[in-house]
């Protein structure tokens, strides 16, 4: 450890004489020089690099552990934001070159949302980046879901790489995608004991190793873990009685059978939910995984709306509304692991709502296309729950485009993260590659290296500012116009116009400007990739309609200086609050404090 620096709030730091007159001295020295010698700063992009936290979400009273990689002779001053305002800022020498580490320790409440802005100078030049912190004491307030898909044989070292990676994004979650055997037997069992190989349903070899290297990487970085299964899937040739089975007529000759690829180990079968023994077995399966794998739940997945079903006397089976009976057992047979379950289109969200899921899931389909779809979704969700689940979207990107190899899309990709994130959710899209396709394994299309650092800088913004994004955060109402006649839409998202969405949060009032002026479509899929990049607007002034007292106004954007905060000067006149925003890309945000 080469720098450490701690940090617990002004009170603190009043405590600790001895790191306070140093980071004062450092601090006292930066501004003489700054008022005296007034050099000239050019900005870098080589001070410094491979900014990270050691988590992807803190308990509350952990300490935050940040690094960095730089040269010698650096001064690194590190600033603490909680939304828009700074709680602590220290600064240091970096003496010598290499990893520098250093820690903070937040303020002891739960559930917030933090922002660290690293800035270091070196010879006349300075480079200045932001990280997210997360302190929550349950990872299912603030869901950031990922996955994991390939569990062949590799080395630690990528196992960890690819945990790390994903840490960087703060994902507190991730679903361990066909991980498992088969279906109805999710551990291949010899001599008693876990096989250390098997093949998936895709004849994909998978590494019983692996799965355990990636559950202890994701551990040490506080992440749970979920062991993905469907709650009524399995192969034909399973062994077990015909009567478990879902049928698609009355006299139940015809079985329900879900078709896989040509060349894959089998079809799925569809079991009936409701049978009582079916649910037994599936729930002892699940046991023995928990047994040899030390997995934090079960990711539940279904296949949408199946039609008229039937069970083996006849009778017609209600599949949406089976989920729940059957999830509450799951709850009380495993009472110290958790679920999530996959509403397939909604199908079934109502009954999944109240059966103690850790979050609402959707997989989105068609007919819910536009990206006011998305919204329409999460506010169902938000509704079923009054407003007290979080809720993700498995939301599928450039489909079509990925049936051949190419790079995403970053239009595509960040105004979709833009209006789920805006709305409250979060987006399942990023593992050890990103999404684009319902079989997880699909993997076709590159990621840019401006798209990861776009990406990077979005997480963050859903991680600093959770506490406005979606801590019961509600819809509002304004009256706005813009001062360069820009058209502006105020109710559904509209091509060529910036979308404003209102919200509210306690004593603040936050609008969301995002960006359709120039796109050719509103389909949040984008599944041609040809979304266009909106064009960058700079000082866009607005006027308003408010007639309380604006204590203050500051300004946060994923697309501007890494996502930090930035107070807006204003003026409130005649019933109208008038400011600037400097620019407007994708999003932005700007939040009235009363």
């Avoid at 960890?160 to 507190?172: M, P, T």
């Avoid at 089976?317 to 089976?322: G, N, P, R």
Wanted: charged share 25%.
């Amino acid at each position: 450890m080469k720098e450490v620096i701690i940090l617990k709030g002004k009170a603190a730091i009043l405590g600790l004489l001895l790191l306070a007159a140093l980071a004062s001295f450092c601090l006292k020295e930066k501004e003489e020089k700054t008022t005296h010698d007034a050099p000239s700063l050019q900005e870098s992009k080589d001070l410094f690099f491979n900014l990270q936290t050691d988590k992807a979400r803190y308990n509350p009273g952990d300490s935050v552990q940040f690094s960095i990689k730089a040269e010698a002779g650096s001064t690194v001053e590190v600033t603490y934001y909680h939304l828009g305002r700074p709680l602590d800022t220290v600064a240091a020498e970096l003496k010598a070159p290499g990893t520098h580490r250093w820690s903070w320790n937040p303020p002891e409440k739960d559930y917030k949302g933090y922002l660290a802005v690293v800035s270091v100078e070196n010879g006349g030049s300075i480079q200045t980046e932001t990280i997210a912190v997360d302190v929550s004491s349950s990872w299912s307030r603030f869901p950031r879901y990922g996955f994991l898909s390939d569990f062949a044989d590799s080395s630690p070292e990528t196992a960890a790489a690819i945990i790390s990676d994903l840490n960087r994004y703060h994902l507190n979650g991730l679903q361990f995608y066909d991980w498992h055997f088969e279906h109805q037997e999710p551990l291949k069992m010899e001599d008693k004991l876990p096989a250390g190989h098997r093949e998936d349903v895709a004849n994909r070899r998978i590494s019983l190793q692996k799965v355990q290297q990636y559950i202890g990487e994701a551990k040490q970085r506080n992440i749970k873990t979920m062991a993905y299964n469907l709650l009524y899937g399995s192969f034909e040739d399973n062994g077990l009685p015909r009567e478990w089975q879902l049928f698609k007529d009355q006299s139940s000759p015809e079985p329900d059978i879900h078709p896989l690829p040509g060349g894959w180990k089998s079809n799925l079968l569809i079991m009936n939910p409701t049978n009582p023994w079916w649910q037994d077995h599936l729930i002892e399966q699940q046991k023995m995984v928990y047994q040899y794998l030390g997995f934090d739940g079960w990711h539940i997945d279904q296949l949408g709306d199946r039609g008229e079903v039937f069970n083996e006397l006849g009778d017609s089976i209600h599949l949406a509304e089976s989920f729940q009976p059957f999830l509450e057992k799951i709850k009380q047979k495993l009472p110290e692991k958790e679920i999530v379950m996959n509403a397939v289109n909604q199908y079934g969200q109502p009954a999944i709502s109240r059966a103690g899921a850790a979050f609402l899931y959707t997989e989105v389909w068609d007919p819910y296309k536009h990206y006011g779809d998305l919204k329409k979704i999460l506010d169902e969700n938000r509704n079923l729950t009054n407003n007290g689940q979080a809720s993700v979207l498995a939301a599928y990107m450039n489909y079509r485009h990925s049936d051949e190899q190419g790079m995403f899309n970053e239009a595509g990709a960040l105004l979709t993260d833009a209006v789920i994130f805006s709305n409250g959710g979060a987006h399942l899209e990023l593992g050890e590659h990103m999404l684009s396709k319902e079989y997880f394994p699909h993997n076709q299309l590159q990621v840019s290296e401006g798209l990861q650092q776009e990406m990077a800088s979005y997480y963050d913004f859903l991680t600093a500012y959770e506490n406005i994004l979606r801590d019961h955060t509600r819809d509002s109402e304004a009256a706005i116009i813009s001062h360069e006649g820009l058209p502006l839409a105020m109710g559904d998202p509209e091509q060529q116009k910036i979308w404003v969405l209102p919200k509210e949060s306690g004593n603040r009032k936050i609008l969301h400007f995002i960006n359709f002026l120039d796109a050719v479509h509103m389909e949040w899929r984008d599944t041609n990739a040809d979304q266009a990049k909106p064009k960058e607007r700079r000082d866009l002034t607005f006027s308003l309609e408010e007639d309380r007292k604006v204590k203050n106004l500051w300004f946060a954007s994923p697309d501007i200086k890494g996502s930090r905060p930035e107070e807006l000067p204003f003026r409130q006149e005649n019933g109208n609050v008038i400011f600037s925003i400097p620019s407007l890309t994708y999003w932005d945000m700007v939040v009235a404090e009363y």
